[in-house]
Nanobody, 123 residues
Framework: QVQLVESGGGLVQAGGSLSVSCAAS????????MGWFRQAPGKEREFAAA????????VYADSVKGRFTISRDNAKNTVYLQMNSLKPEDTAVYYC????????????????WGQGTQVTVSS
């Protein structure tokens, strides 16, 4: 089992920046690909970004590419999502995810989920 706990969400104005973090515990963190998904009100949960176990490979949704950066610190069992140039349409609950690989995360859904953290971008 892997337990994931997000933190760092909040309210920010459009054009601003915000960082969210996800602390993992349980099974070996460095053995998992980590990712972020988001779910806006009335919409389905969607993929935002993912990073492989070593941190050398990242994948982003087109909607966040160039604005969001995912990173991880295996020594701290933590994955981060730095969000810049935020838009009102980025408003959502952001969920941390863990799966054996990025591919399985995106095709089969995440094996583990955090409880989510709210990010609200005002116009």
């Amino acid at each position: 089992q892997v337990q994931l706990v997000e933190s760092g969400g909040g309210l920010v104005q459009a054009g601003g920046s915000l960082s969210v973090s996800c602390a993992a515990s349980g099974r070996t963190f460095s053995g998992y690909a980590m990712g972020w998904f988001r779910q806006a009100p009335g919409k389905e949960r969607e993929f935002a970004a993912a990073i492989n176990w070593s941190g050398r490979s990242t994948v982003y949704a087109d909607s966040v590419k160039g604005r969001f950066t995912i990173s991880r610190d295996n020594a701290k069992n933590t994955v981060y999502l730095q969000m810049n140039s935020l838009k009102p349409e980025d408003t959502a609950v952001y969920y941390c995810a863990a799966s054996p690989t990025i591919t399985t995360m995106r095709t089969l859904g995440s094996e583990y989920w955090g409880q989510g953290t709210q990010v609200t971008v005002s116009s």
